[in-house]
């Protein structure tokens, strides 16, 4: 792995060729948009010292204050805040002091607050804050605190990467990231833990690249003794996501699982999906990837036989059910039963393997190397 320094965000753009955009600048002190809350009815908002409420677009002050503790709900002209009616259908809240945090239903977050006003009276709500305070919001959630401070620290540059990758994906949109299982769970500042915040600081600013472009940095519980190519899930087909052994993963409580599922489950659920089946006779293995893992399968009814991606069929079952593609099959007259390894998709970071790593004294970067081979280590400018 090449390690990078990069101090300008010129030498960025000159040396790797990324298109910044002047309002997005790639750098530590990013800010990160979070969807915290969708279609909410209306939410309590608490600031302890001075703040000002802004129009998003046309940064317009609309109300100022000291102490503020409201309840904040939609109208049909705009948004309610503490009694009086803004007009406007999409404002920032933000306290003046630059570490005072904001308080909304009860919970601590960093940074301000974007409240946009969806058709009828519904609230999106969108927290901003910088990206070092983004992952120490998000580890705790995503690891343990308790865990080898090296594999804290490699864990750090993917969390951060990962914000990075999905923030340049969605820089048109509302948001960069939601703070559940579809993006990275975050908690704001309840879910910092001391550890943790030592790991981000360590490697503040520093993230994976590849070919000049941010890394899509997947990650995921337990591979099960591989990785998995990220161009068998996703239109993504880069080196540092092409799969490699792993053989450190094998302690984990994930290694290896089994559960079984009814035929009638299958059929229950198959039909919530839109096709009407009568009866499923089997369920059989169609094709492994070069992982090992299923690729496709065979659902054998008494009407037809269908052909499904394993990855979707276990999507419609519960990925926390199916733990993995990596998997046997049992059936009886009236069950399925799925013998398998790992828990997650596979692709980059196996999250076991770099606990085992760095318990047994492999640094972060030997962690990173493993896992993503050929991606460079790159320090955002400050």
């Not at 940074?111 to 983004?134: A, C, F, M, P, W």
């Not at 692709?347 to 318990?359: N, T």
């Amino acid at each position: 792995m090449k390690i990078i320094k990069i101090f300008l965000i010129l030498s960025l753009v000159l040396s790797f060729g990324l298109s910044v955009d002047p309002g997005y600048a790639q750098s530590a002190d990013q800010k990160v948009r979070v969807k915290i809350f969708h279609d909410a009815p209306v939410f309590i908002v608490v600031i302890k010292g001075d703040y000002t409420v802004r129009e998003y677009k046309s940064d317009r002050i609309l109300n100022y204050g000291k102490k503020l503790k409201a309840k904040v709900a939609g109208y049909k002209g705009g948004i309610l805040l503490a009694g009086r009616y803004l007009a406007a259908n999409n404002v920032f809240i933000k306290p003046n002091g630059p570490e005072e945090p904001i308080e909304i239903n009860g919970k601590r977050f960093k940074g301000g607050l974007q409240v946009i006003k969806r058709d009828g009276v519904t609230l999106s709500l969108i927290n901003h804050l910088r990206l070092e305070d983004y992952v120490k919001g998000i580890a705790v959630r995503e690891t343990s605190h308790y865990w080898p401070i090296e594999t804290l620290k490699a864990e750090a540059v993917v969390f951060r990467t990962f914000a990075l990758y999905r923030a340049e994906q969605f820089k048109n949109k509302e948001w960069d990231v939601s703070d559940d299982v579809f993006s990275q769970v975050y908690g704001g500042m309840e879910a910092e833990r001391y550890r943790i915040t030592e790991a981000v600081d360590a490697t503040k600013g520093e993230i994976l690249q590849f070919d000049g472009k941010i890394l899509p940095a997947f990650y995921h519980s337990t591979c099960g003794g591989a990785t998995e190519d990220a161009s068998v899930l996703w239109d993504i087909d880069l080196v540092p996501l092409k799969g490699v052994a792993c053989g450190f993963c094998k302690d984990s409580p994930h290694f290896s699982w089994k559960t079984t599922v009814s035929k009638e489950k299958i059929r229950q659920l198959w039909e919530k999906n839109g096709q009407r089946i009568k009866k499923i006779n089997e369920v059989v293995i169609a094709g492994r990837d070069k992982s090992g893992r299923v690729s496709n399968l065979d659902i054998v009814t008494d009407q037809k036989d269908i052909e499904i991606a394993a990855k979707d069929f276990r999507n419609m079952i519960g990925p926390d059910i199916i733990k993995s593609t990596n998997f046997k099959i049992n059936a009886s007259s009236s069950d399925i039963t799925f013998e398998g390894f790992g828990w997650g998709h596979g692709v980059g970071l196996c999250q076991w393997g770099a606990y085992f790593m760095g318990k047994y004294g492999s640094d972060y970067l030997k962690i990173l190397d493993l896992y993503y081979p050929g991606s460079n280590l790159t320090k955002l400018s400050e």
